[in-house]
């Protein structure tokens, strides 16, 4: 759903002068999985043992003022008019003037990770109040794109809001507890799964182009619930993590959790094979979008390796980080990274064809983001490089900050140690 150009970006190389680092990085501890133990790995500090979690969070916090409270030239964070549940504001994707499920959802989890509920819940509102389809056969999901006002036509779901909304409603019941209306979280985020999961059924069949969310026939995310967009997937809206979140969480539908628990635990381990299948075997890059045996759906250049796919191993690695459930997923973040680190150029360009032919030699924060988090899943210690060309990136500014920004912050939080399954 994005064609959303990369910026070029001038990255410095890290050197003694910017602060020395370990010749040999300090082991890693064996522990169970982060969301199992409740540790998770502050890889920073593994990089660079002399610097200290204030420092870390100093930059968080650089972060949020720059996205969530700066000035015009940086903040994607936009407050709008109350509604009758109280304060909203939304995401703007400021290169196109839009405001999109994906981002609004993004925000959503950015705020329950650091702990700023107002900014939530003002989010949550707008979401709910203008994106939201309120009857209908698509009544439960979120249309993808509206106007800073509102949606005033019918713009089709993306999958990716709807995962990542109902994941950051859930976290947020687990760190703040269930409020009234719509900030009953653990209920709204329960309406979101049952719809995901279950619309076919809801509306006895496909009613006027609207499809589950989640095939029933291949157990996967689709691209878009709606009519032939529902044929294929995006190998970066495939999110095991959160799927095994749901698999422990959901209520299910009808009284049926004992039933949709088990369903989610089978989709997150078809995602988890759908990874190897999906991704080239020298490169380990994916496509934006792919059929649901994983071969590339070339429709309009996205049978390659772009915006979209930058996600897909942060998604793998995030995945095994939190449940220990996909040991390939390490050799799929070696592959990658071991791909880009033969890369000369600096920053080393964002868009290939998955065989790793490059098709733009532009860089991209977004990339540099998402390949940090990919050290994950690695057995061992994570590669210099990757880590410290993350740290040494700042928040954005400029007319293209809008994903960039959100990755740069997703990232520093995953790789930061908190990015938590609350």
Not at 160 to 168: K, P, R, S
Not at 238 to 246: M, V
Not at 258 to 282: C, G, L, M, N, V
Request: charged residues 20%; contains cysteine; neutral net charge.
């Amino acid at each position: 759903m994005k064609a959303i150009p990369a910026v070029l970006f001038s990255l410095l190389t890290w050197t003694a002068g910017a602060g020395a680092q370990p010749a040999t990085p300090p082991p890693i501890a064996a522990s169970a999985p982060s969301a199992i133990s409740g540790h998770y790995r502050n890889v920073f500090r593994e990089w660079r043992p002399e610097l200290t979690e204030q420092a870390v969070n100093a930059r968080l916090n650089e972060y949020w003022r720059s996205l969530f409270e700066g000035g015009e030239d940086s903040r994607v964070y936009y407050p709008a008019p109350a509604t009758a549940n109280g304060p909203s504001a939304y995401i703007l994707d400021v290169g196109n003037q839009d405001v999109r499920s994906e981002g609004m959802s993004y925000g959503m989890m950015i705020a329950v990770q650091m702990n700023k509920k107002s900014a939530f819940d003002a989010l949550w509102n707008w979401a709910a109040t203008h994106m939201r389809y309120e009857s209908g056969p698509r009544r439960g999901y979120f249309r993808w794109q509206c106007k800073t006002t509102g949606c005033d036509q019918d713009a089709v779901p993306a999958s990716d809001g709807e995962e990542y909304m109902a994941t950051a409603l859930l976290m947020a019941a687990g760190r703040w507890g269930d409020g009234q209306g719509i900030y009953n979280y653990s209920a709204q985020a329960n309406a979101i799964l049952d719809a995901m999961l279950h619309k076919e059924d809801m509306n006895g069949g496909v009613v006027d182009g609207a499809r589950s969310m989640f095939s029933p026939k291949h157990q996967q995310v689709v691209f878009v619930p709606v009519g032939d967009a529902a044929d294929f997937s995006d190998p970066s809206y495939h999110l095991p993590a959160f799927y095994e979140l749901w698999a422990r969480r959901a209520a299910g539908w009808q009284g049926g959790q004992e039933r949709d628990r088990k369903q989610w635990a089978r989709i997150a381990e078809t995602s988890r094979r759908y990874f190897e299948i999906s991704s080239h075997p020298k490169t380990a890059l994916t496509p934006d979008y792919a059929e649901f045996d994983g071969r590339p759906r070339h429709l309009e250049g996205h049978g390659d390796f772009r915006y979209d796919a930058f996600r897909t191993a942060a998604n793998w690695s995030v995945d095994q980080a939190w449940w220990g459930k996909n040991p390939s997923a390490s050799v799929l973040s070696g592959r990658l990274l071991d791909f880009f680190s033969r890369q000369d150029q600096v920053p080393y360009p964002s868009l290939y064809s998955v065989d790793g032919t490059v098709i733009d030699r532009e860089g991209s924060p977004g990339l540099i983001s998402c390949n940090a988090v990919a050290t994950l899943a690695l057995n061992g210690p994570a590669p210099s490089r990757f880590i410290a060309d993350l740290w040494e990136l700042k928040p954005p500014t400029g007319k293209w900050r809008y994903y960039n920004g959100l990755l740069q912050f997703l990232g520093m939080l995953h790789v930061s140690g908190n990015f938590k399954a609350y």
